[in-house]
């Protein structure tokens, strides 16, 4: 039987975007990501993370640093009693600037192509699995891929922004209490 997920955007969720994140220097967690991440574990969802990250085709860092980079993440996970089922990363943007990563791609959100890949790959069923991101982009590619519950994390105080979202929170572990 196909397993529910806690899909992840990273820059905003898992970590504080600084933008362009592609070392440990640069790299804070968000406040409650554990808390919120082991109890959707204790819960049986499967946990990835699905992100953009242009910044490789920019030629702000490597595709190898940002592997290297998310090899501590999930040790760091780890070492907090959460195991990640995986990271989806799309570095293709049509406006970078290294030739290889030059180009649109179905897999990078609004589209839904690393839903869809993680989905595949991780046996997940969408219609019982959450998506947590703190931009439109992220909603509409969950919405796009068939994922039912669409969390957006907007900053506490802002005005709410136009977006497919079945819920917004101002917190990370907000969520908690809609994850069974």
């Keep these: 039987m196909p397993h529910k997920a806690l899909l992840l955007d990273r820059d905003g969720v898992v970590n504080v975007d ?9 790299f804070t967690f968000m406040d409650g990501v554990f808390p919120l991440t082991r109890h959707a574990a204790d819960r049986g969802f499967r946990i990835a993370v699905i992100t953009n990250q242009s910044g490789i085709a920019r030629g702000y860092f490597s595709e190898a ?12 996970f780890r070492s907090q009693g959460v195991e990640l ?3 989806f990363h799309c ?6 600037v290294v030739e290889r990563y030059a180009r649109n791609s179905f897999w990078r959100k609004p589209n839904p192509g690393m839903i869809l890949e993680a989905a595949r790959r991780l046996d997940l069923d ?6 947590l991101g703190d931009q439109p982009t992220d909603m509409a590619a969950a919405q796009a891929a ?3 519950q669409r969390v957006m994390l907007e900053p ?18 907000e969520l908690i209490p809609y994850l069974a």
């Design 18 to 26: 600084h933008g362009y994140v592609g070392d440990r220097s640069r």
């Design 146 to 148: 068939g994922v039912a």
């Design 91 to 96: 570095p293709y943007h049509k406006g970078g």
């Design 156 to 173: 506490a105080g802002e005005p709410p922004r136009e977006t497919a979202a079945t819920l917004t929170v101002h917190g990370l572990t």
């Design 85 to 87: 089922a995986g990271v």
């Design 126 to 131: 969408l219609s019982r699995s959450v998506f």
């Design 65 to 76: 640093a940002f592997l290297e980079l998310s090899g501590w993440m999930l040790d760091m």
